[in-house]
């Protein structure tokens, strides 16, 4: 981080020079060197964050995230199967039923009459 810091300030510096003296060659180097410096600086950051997440995916304990989709599951009314990768939803309640039969109701009839128009 010092390194690109240091970079950074020393394409400022030189920037500032090729502005003053309105060289416009010496500003295309300089801004050439500023979007390398950009691009390297992506790599890295890339590098670092794909570390990160390889740590952090390894670290986890399988008991912890298996306790956590337990939880989650519990809380919107789905049942785990003994194969965690598939979920079962919970059976609907009657009034969630009559509600959407009284919503379908409510669009057929509007469809009607937007075709008696």
Same mark, same amino acid.
């Given at each position: ?10 394409i ?11 060289? @416009? ?9 500023? =979007? !390398?410096?950009? /691009?390297?600086?992506?790599?890295? +950051? %890339? ?15 399988q ?9 989650i599951?519990?809380?919107?009314g789905?049942? @785990? ?9 919970? =059976? !609907?309640?009657? /009034?969630?039923?009559?509600?959407? +039969? %009284? ?5 057929s ?9």
């Amino acid at each position: 981080m010092r390194q690109v810091t240091r970079s950074m300030s020393n394409i400022v510096v030189a920037m500032d020079r090729a502005m003053k003296d309105m060289n @416009l060659e010496k500003m295309t180097q300089v801004m050439d060197q500023f =979007e !390398k410096q950009f /691009e390297d600086m992506d790599v890295q +950051t %890339e590098y670092i964050e794909s570390t990160i997440n390889t740590t952090t995916a390894l670290t986890t304990p399988q008991g912890e995230v298996d306790d956590l989709i337990g939880q989650i599951a519990a809380e919107h009314g789905l049942e @785990l199967t003994e194969e965690l990768g598939r979920i079962v939803p919970a =059976e !609907k309640t009657p /009034e969630v039923e009559k509600t959407a +039969t %009284e919503e379908q109701d409510v669009l057929s009839q509007r469809l009607a009459r937007l075709k008696q128009m």
